[in-house]
């Protein structure tokens, strides 16, 4: 059964650093790419950005290029979001989703992770 | 970027109605269009791909049509459970999604 397990929430001040996680499993995790969505409180689904495990080949949408990292560790089989200053309008839902190519459906999701940025 | 137009973006039906949602791409973009699901608190489910195809394990109540810039989503028969938000994406390009569709019982 494919599965994509995501880290736990967070909260965080506006400022600081966070890495979120995204665990793959019962499927090859090197021969499809991680997408990363996110969904502000209220909000429609953006689609953020997508990584390739197998070669760490990354993409990102131009709404969020220079604002978020995207990696892989191939050999525990995750991928990661990560911001190096978060923001208050950081403040959401993001989800992880495999997909097969760069552009094309996302066919299984993780469970999602909150993150919340107040002071 | 590639723009998708949702309409409309709140639906209110009873059990048993037919339900559909539109979706328009800013450019052609052919089949790479698919469909999802978000139930409230929930991560999105791929119903629809390709614009026609349904996914395993959908209900053959959801269908999917259209190419080039217009397509349609369609419940034929609504259910209480399918009470959830609707998104199109394309993928033509890198992915875009519509607005949202948020269906609720009349």
């Known amino acids: 059964e494919v599965q994509l397990v995501q880290s736990g929430a967070e909260v965080k001040k506006p400022g600081e650093s966070l890495k979120i996680s995204c665990k793959g499993s019962g499927y090859s995790f090197t021969s499809y790419w991680i997408g990363w969505v996110r969904q502000m409180p209220g909000k429609g689904l953006e689609w953020m950005g997508i990584i390739y495990p197998g070669d760490s080949d990354t993409r990102y949408s131009p709404s969020f290029q220079g604002q978020v990292t995207i990696s892989a560790d191939k050999s525990i089989s995750t991928a990661y979001l990560q911001w190096s200053s978060l923001k208050a309008s950081d403040t959401a839902m993001y989800y992880c989703?495999?997909?097969?190519?760069?552009?094309?459906?996302?066919?299984?999701w993780g469970q999602g992770t909150l993150v919340t940025v107040s002071s | 970027d590639i723009q998708m137009t949702q309409s409309p973006s709140s639906l209110s039906a009873s059990v048993g109605d037919r339900v559909t949602i539109t979706c328009q791409a800013s450019?052609?973009?052919?089949?790479?269009l698919n469909w999802y699901q978000q139930k409230p608190g929930k991560a999105p489910k791929l119903l629809i791909y390709d614009a026609s195809n349904l996914e395993t394990g959908v209900p053959s109540r959801f269908s999917g049509s259209g190419s080039g810039t217009d397509f349609t989503f369609t419940i034929s028969s609504l259910q209480p459970e399918d009470i959830a938000t609707y998104y199109c994406q394309q993928y033509d390009n890198l992915p875009t999604f519509g607005q949202g569709t948020k269906l609720e019982i009349k």
């Open positions: 450019q052609d973009i052919s089949n790479y």
């Open positions: 989703a495999r997909q097969i190519s760069i552009a094309a459906r996302l066919d299984y």
